[in-house]
């Protein structure tokens, strides 16, 4: 059984830091690409970053240059290192574990297998 868990979300000032974390079990980082997506009410979840099981990465154009991604295949944890924040940043964050198809470059959220929760981040100016 998977199980995919995000932590470290928290309400910030603009221009602001946070790292968001993603460990989960029944899967290994080594195995699966994993990513992380993000919901701001009425809008639809879009994708941030993401890193392949060779570490490849790949992050949003709204994003680049203020988050990127890493993982530390022993904790078996994937995180999200989000500088700069803006308030158009607030979103609930989600991590995604195991694509179904396509590449970390060509998937949307409809690609990947498992999900968590979501952590809040809220970012006010």
């Known amino acids: 059984q998977v199980q995919v868990v995000e932590s470290g979300g928290a309400s910030v000032q603009a221009g602001g830091s946070l790292r968001l974390s993603c460990t989960g079990s029944?899967?290994?980082?080594?195995?699966?690409?994993m990513a992380w997506f993000r919901q701001a009410p009425g809008k639809e979840r879009e994708g941030v970053a993401a890193?392949?099981?060779?570490?490849?990465?790949t992050v949003a154009d709204s994003v680049k240059g203020r988050f990127t991604i890493s993982k530390d295949n022993a904790k078996n944890t994937v995180y999200l290192h989000m500088n700069s924040l803006k308030p158009e940043d607030t979103a609930i964050y989600y991590c995604?574990?195991?694509?179904?198809?396509?590449?970390?470059?060509?998937?949307?959220?409809?690609?990947?297998?498992?999900w968590g929760q979501g952590t809040q981040v809220t970012v006010s100016s």
């Open positions: 890193i392949s099981r060779g570490e490849e990465t």
């Open positions: 995604a574990a195991g694509l179904r198809r396509g590449t970390i470059f060509t998937a949307t959220w409809r690609d990947y297998f498992y």
């Open positions: 029944g899967y290994t980082t080594t195995e699966y690409s």
